[in-house]
């Protein structure tokens, strides 16, 4: 097989993989911060279920994860929901897999804040919610950027798992192309695709943390 030819199919598989990537990172974001506010509510119930919910993402591996979600439904209610389920329950399992680890992310961010800004912004007339918003959040973003880039570029490795229900993202046909082909030229070049992309993401999250970087001179 020609190296355009190799080229064409795993461009192919990327582009399921970017669509993985995309909408895990849409998905996880936000819910990690509501599982880290979950996380350190006052009411016990919430917490205590929130906590075994992450030690249950964290704890276990995203191929049984992938698996549970897609099987799940027929397995516990008998509700068969096809194959065109297949990249949903791709979407949910790497997007509730994420989020718990982001809400680590998020909860160790916000409790390193000092109380002093708390009680400042309380002060000058601040509702909670306000406070949380425009002057706690921002910080802890930047707080929390180089850690929340590490995760991201494990997902771009982690979108590999998909494989798990048989959808055929980039490393999963790259994996094919080389057994057909006794070759190991689709498997180099899906690594040169996964070291690009996870140097274009480590860039724009330099690019960004710089931004936020107020008191360099």
Request: charged content about 10%.
């Amino acid at each position: 097989m020609a190296f355009g030819d190799i080229l064409m199919q795993l461009a192919a598989g990327f582009t399921v993989t970017l669509k993985i990537f995309f909408i895990t990172v849409v998905l996880s974001l936000p819910l990690g911060l509501l599982v880290a506010l979950g996380r350190m509510s006052k009411n016990r119930i919430l917490s205590g279920i929130v906590s075994i919910y992450i030690s249950i993402m964290r704890g276990t591996p995203l191929m049984l994860q992938l698996i549970c979600v897609y099987f799940g439904p027929y397995y516990l209610f008998r509700v068969s929901l096809g194959t065109s389920y297949r990249m949903l329950a791709i979407y949910i399992a790497f997007a509730v897999n994420y989020a718990a680890y982001f809400g680590e992310i998020f909860r160790s961010g916000i409790q390193s804040m000092p109380k002093g800004q708390y009680e400042a912004a309380h002060i000058l007339g601040y509702s909670r919610s306000q406070t949380f918003m425009r002057i706690i959040l921002p910080q802890v973003v930047k707080r929390i950027l180089p850690s929340v880039s590490n995760e991201v570029i494990t997902l771009v490795k982690d979108t590999s798992f998909a494989f798990t229900l048989s959808v055929m993202e980039m490393f999963t046909m790259a994996k094919a192309l080389a057994a057909s082909q006794t070759s190991m030229m689709p498997l180099f070049v899906a690594g040169v695709f996964y070291y690009i992309f996870n140097f274009i993401v480590a860039k724009a999250f330099d690019i960004f943390e710089a931004k936020l970087n107020y008191y360099r001179f």
